[in-house]
């Protein structure tokens, strides 16, 4: 017996005479002889719960997180504060250990909070129907593709160079299992430079704001996508969206992005969650769990999973989709965030983080030799050039309890010194202070070291 | 109590112009204008129709809803296929420490160790039990790992230049396995059952041929029974020079007794929400790692979590990410995959060790194989029977055929009938083979007390269905709501909560406000 299962011997004795069985062992007597492991695996034994909590305390010790240092990392996920209600609610353990809702009458807690969420992503992005999560971001992209492909049958992605490189990674693994081409847009002045389309793009898909911080066109993407018949795809950063033109005004078939940033912790990237929105047109070949509302035979309103023939298990091969298990507790954190932020919250929030981040670029950019990697508008993020090795400058400006952002060179090889830098809520004056005045000695210091002229 | 008239108000409906619970951080910048920041043109017309709602408010909506789901820390929760286990506290506070949940997953390695040596060693663990010893973490559920062996397929297949068209599954397969198959770019090939719940080898032989690139399987099947031809289906399979697939949905069956590398399995995805205890959330978050066999490992997806070599001077190794894969399918998703689910199951393979392990698949056998001969008594056999008269592993499935004929009582009904007993249902009308199918799978963490009163319960629903059927037809009466007009659901998709109130309505942004007219 182990402290997880409570079968004692005299149960396990009574058990097996109901069943007609003298041991345990003839129980397995199916899988054939030669297929047993006549060995126990070679993973030790069990601990007790204080040996298991400080073995896993003193791993989290060798991490340096948020709580370590002043941080700027950005690049898809951020160090937003998760308000104390959200623990508290979704550690309830009647959201965090039911199955996904497949018994309504007793899922109404859950189906609801769904319901909600779907509204919540469907006013952010402005479209009209929204699932009730995917897995995260990049995926919600490769999602997002395959909606198109049914949609139009064409052969060809073109995606900006300005979505997030794990999202173009990720539509690549399937688009080639598609039989699909993906074909990169680059970047100017920042922005998406949309090429001709032609007469085989299934979906034009940008990012917004783009991996650098920029604001997109939207609507000029989503105009000229349309014209050569193409959807368009928009994977969104959600709390930008509070300020910016929605996808939906701007004329995007399909939004999507990272939930992350409302509500849910880095947890060294994920589980966080994806979202999905749509136009109306869409609805049914959408992806994933969808919560509509209903009555019961008492006439009494209630919530239940819909346009389930969608669905893997019921369409089996034709479905829209293979997901099954998403990110409901995730989005639910995220329902709880906008609720806790709520209409005017959000609008607050959104535009505090635009003002740093405007801060934070002028004080940036005041470092001789550091310039601005675009001029393009920016919400929470900014890119730039530091004239000097980026890895050093980075490993310096740590050594000062400053991590400040994400070095562009793997990804963007034309931006070898390139930096991207991002800014919550978090992330006060004088952190930005702290960033400018370490990141100019950093400089500095390194290109002394390499004989940069400043 | 106050009557809960206003139960099923949305957040939204509890709205009220002016309410609030944030308060934002003080603007500690020189202000500038929002027209020089962000263009009037790049900008919403209107804000976001959020809630306007206080955090009293907001802690209350929630707790009051949560009130509204049964929940495994609750009851019994036999859902077949679904491993229902117990989900240990110690997960949540460890997944809380700061130095797990506020890590960035773009934390540079080298202030990263404690991370990816967890992960390492969980890839490690998990290689062990799979018996195929490379591992990628990334999948996020069990879904997203299907994929990735099929897309694995798929790229050992081309690295030979071979190109495959099919992919069998057997007529018991999750509904995710042919959908997969189809996202794969592959077309799905059924195989179908033999009298005994095995894979039919002979309709096996027919369709394995130099087109088929996988097949996958679950072992032990959806019908709770072990494939006893594994050793054919691995030659027939192998012997056309396709993929062998395991489905690691059931995986709680032999952890410890069985291993799938050992059955000549090339690629296994684990669902790390079923059988290593990350609680599902209401239907996520899950993780769906992969275990493949050498010949398999360079395609695996990009980046992978490697150990240096332990440094010659004695020093600590080094647990880096590795990009460098240039044989590999790529991303599936972002970053490294549901690092704080990869905590929770790490920590429950350090609390059992390997004889936990080998118990809980063991216990998790006997309860199945205790209930399922509790529910062989008089007055539940002849209604309920076994859909195979065999011992089963840990889960089994009953048919509902007998009942529907003799009592009009559907398996829907009985299902709906467990629900006024305080019980969630076994997973209904699957597998599609089984008539009337009711899939029970009630895991190790049970008490032989609770298997016992799910049997009577049973027993007494089809007592009362011999006297009553309308009982069980129109059941349940004690829930939250009872059954769900879900065709008219479909057929007038309502998705999201309407800006305007429904005609007649009552002020909804009054709290505890009367329930609105139909």
């Not at chain 1, 508008?377 to 994400?406: K, M, T």
């Not at chain 2, 939204?12 to 020089?36: C, I, N, T, W």
Request: charged share 25%; proline share 7%; net charge negative.
């Amino acid at each position: 017996m182990t402290r997880y299962t409570s079968a004692t011997d005299a149960d396990r004795e009574e058990m097996l005479a109901a069943i007609g069985v003298a041991a345990v062992e003839e129980l397995f007597e199916d899988i054939p002889e030669s297929l047993r492991l006549n060995r126990q695996l070679s993973l030790g034994d069990g601990r007790s719960e204080l040996e298991v909590f400080e073995e896993f305390r003193a791993l989290a010790a060798r991490n340096t997180s948020a709580e370590d240092e002043i941080g700027f990392l950005g690049a898809g996920m951020y160090d937003h504060y998760v308000p104390a209600l959200i623990d508290s609610i979704i550690g309830r353990s009647e959201f965090l250990t039911p199955y996904t809702p497949y018994q309504p009458e007793i899922s109404q807690g859950g189906l609801q909070a769904m319901f909600e969420y779907q509204t919540a992503i469907s006013e952010l992005t402005g479209l009209p129907v929204s699932n009730a999560s995917v897995y995260e971001g990049p995926s919600a992209v490769a999602a997002a593709g395959y909606v198109a492909k049914h949609t139009n049958n064409r052969r060809r992605f073109v995606i900006s160079r300005g979505v997030h490189p794990h999202s173009r990674e990720t539509l690549r693994t399937h688009a080639h299992a598609w039989g699909m081409e993906v074909a990169e847009a680059p970047l100017n002045g920042g922005v998406t430079e949309l090429p001709d389309l032609g007469e085989d793009a299934s979906a034009v898909i940008v990012q917004q704001p783009n991996f650098l911080g920029a604001v997109e066109d939207l609507t000029a993407v989503a105009n000229a996508a349309r014209t050569a018949g193409a959807l368009t795809i928009a994977a969104c950063d959600p709390l930008p969206l509070a300020l910016l033109k929605t996808p939906g005004e701007c004329g995007v078939d399909i939004a999507v992005g990272e939930g992350q940033s409302l509500g849910n912790r880095l947890d060294f990237g994920g589980p966080s969650f994806g979202f999905f929105a749509a136009t109306e047109a869409l609805m049914r070949r959408m992806p994933g769990r969808i919560a509509g509302e209903t009555t019961d035979v008492d006439g009494k309103r209630g919530f239940v999973l819909t346009l389930q023939t969608r669905e893997q298990h019921i369409r089996r091969e034709k479905a829209t989709s293979n997901i099954c298990t998403a990110q409901a507790l995730n989005a639910l954190a995220g329902v709880i965030y906008l609720s806790w932020l709520g209409r005017e919250g959000i609008v607050e929030l959104a535009e505090l983080m635009l003002q740093r981040t405007a801060y934070a670029r002028e004080r940036l950019t005041q470092i001789a030799g550091v310039t601005p990697l675009h001029e393009r508008p920016v919400v929470r993020e900014f890119a730039v050039e530091i004239g000097a090795p980026v890895g050093a400058v980075i490993a310096r400006c740590r050594e000062q309890g400053v991590n400040p952002g994400y070095p562009l060179w793997r990804e963007y090889p034309e931006h070898p010194d390139g930096l991207l830098v991002a800014i919550t809520e978090r992330r006060s004056r004088a952190d930005i202070d702290r960033l400018a005045d370490v990141l100019a000695a950093a400089v500095v210091a390194e290109r002394e070291a390499v004989g940069i002229q400043a | 109590m106050i009557a809960e008239a206003d139960d099923t108000l949305t957040i939204f409906e509890r709205s009220k112009a002016g309410r609030r619970a944030f308060v934002a951080p003080a603007l500690d910048v020189p202000p500038r204008s929002l027209d020089e920041l962000l263009p009037a043109e790049l900008r919403r017309s209107e804000p976001a129709w959020l809630p306007e709602v206080s955090e009293p408010e907001i802690v209350r909506h929630y707790n009051r809803l949560s009130k509204r789901n049964f929940d495994l820390d609750t009851g019994f929760y036999p859902l077949g296929s679904c491993t229902m286990k117990h989900n240990p506290k110690l997960h949540e506070r460890i997944a809380g420490l700061p130095g797990h949940a506020r890590m960035h997953p773009l934390q540079d390695p080298t202030r990263a160790q404690g991370a990816l040596e967890l992960m390492w060693r969980l890839q490690e663990a998990l290689g062990e039990i799979a018996g195929l010893p490379y591992v990628s973490l990334q999948p996020s559920a069990g879904s997203q790992g299907e994929l990735a062996g099929v897309l694995l397929t798929r790229a050992y297949h081309e690295d030979r230049g071979e190109r495959r068209t099919k992919v069998l599954t057997p007529d018991t397969a999750h509904g995710t396995n042919p959908a997969t198959v189809t996202m794969g770019g592959y077309e799905m090939v059924k195989v179908q059952s033999d009298a005994n719940g095995n894979v039919d080898l002979d309709d096996l032989r027919a369709k394995a041929d130099e087109d088929v690139a996988c097949l996958m399987l679950t072992n032990p099947s959806t019908l709770g029974l072990f494939e006893t031809g594994i050793e054919a289906i691995e030659r027939i399979v192998h012997g056309v020079g396709a993929t062998l697939y395991y489905d690691g949905a059931n995986l709680n069956a032999i952890m410890g007794i069985s291993r799938p590398g050992d059955m000549g399995f090339d690629i296994v995805h684990f669902n790390l929400h079923k059988s290593f205890t990350q609680p599902h959330g209401g239907g996520g978050p899950g993780a769906g790692p992969v275990a493949v066999a050498e010949r398999i490992e360079p395609y695996l997806p990009r980046p992978q979590v490697v150990r240096g070599e332990l440094g010659s001077n004695g020093s600590e190794p080094f647990y880096d990410l590795d990009y460098d894969r240039p044989k590999s399918i790529g991303r599936l998703r972002g970053f490294q995959g549901n690092y704080g689910v990869f905590v929770r199951s790490y920590a429950y393979i350090r609390s059992l060790g390997a004889p936990g392990l080998r118990d809980a698949s063991e216990t998790a056998v006997l309860n199945a194989n205790y209930l399922l001969a509790r529910l062989r008594q008089h007055g539940v056999a002849e209604y309920l029977p076994a859909a195979y008269d065999r011992l089963c592993m840990h889960e089994f499935v009953l048919s509902g055929e007998p009942m529907r004929h003799q009592l009009h009582v559907k398996t829907l009904d009985l299902a709906k009938r467990l629900l006024d007993h305080g019980v969630h249902p076994p997973t209904v009308y699957f597998p599609l083979i089984v008539e009337e199918a009711l899939m029970v799978e009630p895991t190790e963490t049970e008490t032989k007390e609770t298997l016992d009163r799910f049997a009577e319960i049973v027993a007494k629903i089809l007592r009362e269905a011999r006297d009553d059927p309308s009982v069980a037809q129109n059941a349940p009466y004690t829930t939250p709501v009872r059954r769900l007009d879900e065709a008219g659901a479909a057929r007038h998709p309502v998705v999201r909560q309407s800006k305007a109130p429904p005609p007649g309505a009552a002020d909804h942004s009054i709290n505890n406000g009367p329930v609105p007219a139909a």
